[in-house]
């Protein structure tokens, strides 16, 4: 059973920074994409990052220029650095992960079904 645990979520100002931490139990020699989704209150969940196995990464449109994922050198865990930060990304921040076929290099997709392994979320809360 794979286990996700989050870390660094916090309270901030507007235009702060965050760094999000994942550890996930993961074999790091499998294909893995992984990704950070978040969800608001009242709002669906929604993909934020998505990383694959070769490091590429994958953003949502209302992230990119702000938001950096990236993978330890273990590759078992990930993070997610948040600059420029607005209200509007107040939300709890969830990490996930699921696993490809061996030939699947491409990039991730941040559809969140493809993801069956799910962290318990970290909350982020950004100030005007």
């Known amino acids: 059973q794979v286990q996700l645990v989050e870390s660094g979520g916090g309270s901030v100002q507007s235009g702060g920074s965050l760094r999000l931490s994942c550890v996930a139990s993961?074999?790091?020699?499998?294909?893995?994409?992984m990704a950070w989704y978040r969800q608001a209150p009242g709002k669906e969940r929604e993909g934020v990052a998505t990383?694959?196995?070769?490091?590429?990464?994958s953003y949502a449109d209302s992230v990119k220029g702000r938001f950096t994922i990236s993978q330890g050198s273990a590759k078992n865990t990930l993070y997610l650095q948040m600059n420029n930060l607005k209200p509007e990304d107040t939300a709890m921040y969830y990490c996930?992960?699921?696993?490809?076929?061996?030939?699947?290099?491409?990039?991730?997709?941040?559809?969140?079904?493809?993801?069956?392994?799910w962290g318990q979320g970290t909350q982020v809360t950004v100030s005007s």
């Open positions: 993961v074999d790091t020699y499998s294909n893995n994409c």
């Open positions: 996930a992960a699921h696993r490809r076929p061996w030939y699947r290099r491409d990039s991730c997709d941040l559809a969140e079904s493809l993801y069956n392994y």
């Open positions: 990383i694959n196995k070769d490091g590429d990464p």
